[in-house]
């Protein structure tokens, strides 16, 4: 069965500071890996996804994940954090045989002025 | 404006009153998705549909209908609701159907239905 992992149900970081939010994940085959978010009495917005090609892929709002696939992780990254990127994250994967999206438990993210 | 529309968004009910949560997509999506989130399980899949009458058990199907009779509605029936149920439910739709090139698809996510069953 597959699975994903958000070992943080928290992240604090200050304005300005670079944000990372870890997913770990375990799939049959090739992967494919999703970020959501999702702000407050709101639905989840996708943010980018990994399908195949270059590691390092970009999204939006200056977002940007780094596929590594001897680790099995898919690390969500923001190099200067905005107080608006105060939300809760969710990582997500789905095999390539398979039909069905896998979610992590969610991290908060708390971007602090 | 392409969008995926529940209703109700907020429903209060009782244990075993049937009821519906319609979920409609303008996008012209093949694939429909219900998931259920809770508290530190993030969200989890209760049913998801590959086309029209085409529907498959996610994660969580117990106690849960669906049907799929046209492509932009993809209702939840819970036909005999209990308080385990109780949670924040969201539909979502995206353009994979079964064609691999669509395979990675991102999903489009409704605003949610917050149920309370007492």
């Known amino acids: 069965a597959q699975s994903v992992a958000q070992p943080e149900d928290q992240v604090n970081v200050a304005e300005g500071n670079p944000l990372t939010v870890k997913c770990t994940y375990s799939?049959?085959?090739?992967?494919?890996l999703f970020w959501y978010v999702q702000y407050p009495n709101r639905g989840l917005q996708f943010l980018l996804k990994y399908i195949t090609g270059d590691n390092l892929v970009k999204g939006s709002y200056g977002f940007e994940a780094e596929f590594n696939k001897s680790q099995t992780s898919f690390h969500l990254k923001k190099p200067s954090a905005l107080v608006s990127d105060s939300a809760l994250y969710f990582c997500?994967?789905?095999?390539?045989?398979?039909?069905?999206?896998?979610f992590g438990g969610g991290t908060r993210v708390l971007v602090k002025p | 404006e392409a969008q995926v529309t529940q209703n109700p968004r907020y429903l209060i009910t009782v244990t075993g009153k049937k009821l519906t949560v319609t979920c409609s997509q303008n996008m012209n999506h093949e694939y429909m998705s219900w998931y259920r989130q809770d508290p530190g399980l993030g969200l989890r899949q209760i049913y998801y549909?590959?086309?029209?009458?085409?529907?498959d058990k996610g994660d969580v199907p117990e106690g849960y209908k669906v049907s799929r009779k046209e492509k932009r509605n993809f209702p939840l029936i819970l036909e005999s609701p209990s308080p385990n149920q109780t949670s924040l439910y969201f539909c979502a739709s995206s353009l994979y159907g079964g064609q691999a090139f669509y395979k990675g698809s991102e999903q489009y996510f409704g605003p949610g239905t917050r149920l309370t069953v007492t």
């Open positions: 799939v049959s085959g090739n992967p494919y």
């Open positions: 997500a994967v789905k095999g390539a045989a398979g039909n069905k999206l896998t």
């Open positions: 549909s590959m086309n029209v009458e085409v529907t």
